[in-house]
């Protein structure tokens, strides 16, 4: 609605100034205002409302709901819970809609899912909103990350005296410096949810005034800078989920239903969801990482991952390559089964089923010659490290792989040094296995910078579960 005489548009996004109306009204021709646009007649007030409608869809800021579609699903669960002092309501509303994505278009698909997730508390006599939280999730790029988008509490509770109701310990276990709160406790709950969506990483925005306290109460949180000035009057701040999970009480989280709710199934409903490479696509996920090595000289590390689109089990290969400018000395391929947060090896040696190059085979990373008693990892070993830290990107936990033996003995023994473990006749025979972390622990911290973080794709291990 247009009001001429103040000269303010007003739509649903809020209500901007007098200068875009002044504007809308310097384009007319001069004859079409009579008293700088007081009085108008209704040909000119329709004018009005169309151009000053145009500038106001031009000039006001996008939204993440302008972005959702309108086709949007909803879930919503209620539980009784309680403060210190004070039984509340817990309620949490889920969201899932569409987000418009530019990238999506560029692998046939005009949007990405996104669940919209709001949690609050409802208490008093009143039955007053005491505090909420409200964020997202989305796949729109390799954090596997919970965006917090508002956390608040009202200033009182209605109907009650004091403020021992918006804390989640009594008065006398109270640590004054920094007390345990309901909000806190909502974010915990917030985090929980979207852990069931498999992710790893909690970032928001913090709108400090320049006190610095407000940044200083999120670190207390777990919360780390991760930009070195602020932007537009927020500072980035991102934490580990499960530090913020913890701060979630048990008692809550047992009152909902996260236990078997598959989250991603619901989230795509019906909709035929894109493949693997595609999921990848949208989310930026890089193919290939190189570097070169100090020996031997002249050398490079190249590692590729590639999800395979067919499979009805998602999977992603991972090889990785240790070449000199005239051939290839080391070669290692493992598979990633994302649903089952594994890896399994399937060949370290070099590609066709040759030996590894005998300039390297035996050395380790400054080239000298490895002795029969030495734990240090050798080049192909260290291959091997490479391969288990970007296997962890995607969330694995374990890898595992078949040694070909002559027959002595030597070779399992050799693996089982670096972490690996027999597995029992039920679990595979003959193949060892081993923990993704103690295995990634082999890759020099000089290649390790060159890989992404851990977890960063945990989301894809949820992404496909339940679904065919």
Partial sequence: MMSFGSAKVHNSAGVLGSNVSATARSKLPAWEVDNGGTQTTQSLRGKLQRRSSRLVSLLRPKSACDAMSHNTRMLEWSAPVRSATLDLDLKVTLSAGQMKSRVASAYGQDTIPRCAIHVWVEGGPFSSKLAEVRGSVCPKNTKSALHVHWISRAKSAPGIDGDDW????????????????????LLGVLACIAEAFGM????????????????????????????????????????????????????????????????????????????LNCILGLMGAPEKWEWN????????????????????????????????????LVYCRAVVRLTQSSARV?????????????????????????????????????????????????????????????????????????????LSEAQGGESLRGGCKDLAALCPQAWRTSLPPDSQLSMLTKLYEGHP
């Fill in 200 to 275: 790893s990483n909690v970032e928001l925005g913090a709108e400090d005034q320049g006190s610095c306290r407000l940044i200083q109460y999120y670190k207390d949180l777990g919360f780390q800078s991760t930009a070195a000035h602020t932007m537009f009057g927020e500072l980035s701040m991102d934490a580990p989920l499960g530090r913020i999970v913890s701060l979630a009480p048990a008692s809550w989280l047992q009152a909902l239903p996260l236990t078997g709710w598959n989250a991603w199934g619901w989230l795509w409903g019906g909709s035929q969801r894109p493949d």
């Fill in 293 to 328: 090595i100090a020996w031997p000289t002249g050398c490079q590390v190249e590692l590729r991952a590639v999800g395979s689109s067919h499979d009805a089990t998602p999977k992603v290969t991972v090889s990785a390559h240790l070449r000199s400018f005239r051939a290839e």
């Fill in 166 to 185: 918006r804390f989640m310990e009594l008065a006398s276990q109270r640590n004054r410096s920094r007390p345990f709160t309901v909000a806190q406790a």
């Fill in 346 to 422: 399937i060949w370290l040696s070099r590609s066709g089923s040759k030996p590894a190059d005998e300039a390297v085979r035996g050395r380790l990373l400054d080239g000298t010659a490895k002795a029969a008693s030495d734990r240090k990892p050798t080049l192909a070993m260290a291959l091997l490290g490479a391969v288990a830290s970007l296997a962890r990107w995607f969330g694995t936990s374990t890898l595992e792989l078949t040694p070909v033996d002559d027959g002595s003995g030597k070779l399992p023994q050799y693996l089982c040094n670096f972490g690996f473990r027999p």
